[in-house]
């Protein structure tokens, strides 16, 4: 079975348009852009479209390359006080010239919908739904209740490096209360765990990390990977024979992107709640 | 080989005492307690008998049971606005008229040296260094440094299912680059992970949970479990057996107890440094 983002991202859109609509929600994400990177502008264009679908207010707040970091500060100080704004994010990458973390905890924790402010980081950690989750780790867990795919008490395992999917995903499987196992991209025998997975969780960014050969049968694969190869976008996983043998998998693309706006736009919508 | 906390921490103690001896550093460490619970009082003594030693000024804010939540957030309120207070911290359990979140939350971060706030939490899980971590799952780390045991790429399994120790140790070791298994205390099958791995980290509160037919031979135990059994406190794990067996295991008591004070104290150091 093919694990679609896309389909469970349809019907997340159109909870969010019915609500705004039926509860007269006055919404607005605020997007910081500094530069003209492809990939930026492509994924502002995504972020543009689903919050006008929903009816969302939208801004890009765009900046040349060269911009001061003071200045940017002052930017998201504005819209920190901005009562019109319900949700601020910052599109990276961030020129070299400016400290990320920096500029990313300077947002009001209560617009920080990208979840990446170290008090919305502990707030899943201790499992305290007031926070923000950043949005790839909450699309995992969208996808896991669409598909119905209980969590507790599976065996989970999860590969990767990074703060801002990585670590997220595992602290909410856990207070999900599944057995994970946490692998990073050196652990020296990765199929040791995934030969006793219920499920396996890739974020490494590696591709052909995953073979059929490392899983027992029916499995499941859920693959936030995303490598561009020779223009061809690739997951974490080697999808087509594992797909083939039974196994149900998420693709790469149709999964990732799409949920992650959709996440996204679950946040901001969220946020305005909290300011009213 | 038995892992003695009590070598690690009268180190720690030294150490402690020279620098704010030789740094002129003035550091106090505040105390709130809430009624009379004997096991409470016994913590707090140890908690001025080593701030004594190592030269740190140390307060009781003692209330009776019945004080109100608003008394207590005034008073903690007080003490993040009082620069002569570097550290402070919530003696639990709080009656139950109290919301115990409500107050932990109320406390400064940076004067959290328990580690309690979301925030902190949050700096764990990103690898921030400026936070506080935990007591507890920081003795832990010390241990490991003092005994020259490395985590990193190495197999780690941490049961248990708390907030306050087991997240936090599984967020330290999983930042230090070792692979963890995280079960919880109904996982289906602890045997499985625990015969597979190199540390094995106790935070269940379930005496006999872990028995020598549960580990492979050299494995390192780690036992944070302390329950009271007919007078006697017991850890999560059978020690005698696994001690006999070879492993190098911590004992329960003369470990957490002593390390989790001595992590205490060094936090409330590095309140004091940060707030100069």
């Known amino acids: 079975m093919i694990l679609y983002g896309t389909t469970v991202a349809e019907k997340m859109y159109d909870e969010i348009k019915n609500t705004i609509q039926i509860q007269g929600i006055r919404a607005n994400l605020t997007v910081i852009l500094v530069g003209d990177n492809p990939a930026s502008l492509r994924y502002i264009n995504q972020k543009q479209k689903w919050s006008a679908y929903v009816g969302m207010g939208f801004e890009v707040k765009h900046f040349p390359l060269e911009v001061s970091e ?3 500060l002052e930017c998201i100080n504005q819209c920190n006080q901005d009562q019109s704004v319900s949700g601020l994010i910052i599109q990276l990458p961030l ?3 400016m400290d990320t973390n920096t500029v990313l905890r300077s947002i009001d924790p ?5 979840g990446f402010h170290p008090i919305n980081q502990g707030k899943i950690v201790v499992g305290d739904p007031t926070g923000f989750s950043p949005c790839t780790p909450a699309w995992v ?3 896991f209740a669409h598909y119905k795919i209980p969590v507790e008490w599976k065996k989970c395992v999860v590969i990767g490096r990074s703060n801002i999917v990585w ?3 595992t602290n909410l499987l856990i207070n999900a209360w599944a057995t994970v196992s946490v692998c990073n991209t050196k652990t020296p025998s990765i199929r040791e765990f995934t030969k006793n997975a219920d499920i396996v969780i890739l974020c490494a960014g590696k591709p052909w990390l995953l073979t059929l050969e490392d ?3 029916n499995t499941i694969v859920v693959d936030v ?3 561009v190869v020779d223009g061809k976008i690739h997951g974490d996983a080697d999808f087509e024979p594992i797909h083939q043998a039974g196994h149900s998998i998420t693709p790469v693309p149709k999964g990732v992107g799409a949920l992650t706006v959709a996440c996204l736009i679950k946040n901001t919508l969220k946020a305005a ?4």
């Open 225 to 227: 990977g995303f490598t």
């Open 110 to 114: 209560e617009k920080d919908v990208d």
């Open 95 to 97: 020129p070299i010239h």
């Open 167 to 169: 670590k997220p995903i």
């Open 70 to 72: 003071s200045s940017l």
């Open 273 to 276: 709640r909290n300011l009213k």
């Open 141 to 143: 867990m969208e996808l």
């Open 215 to 217: 899983l027992w049968p």
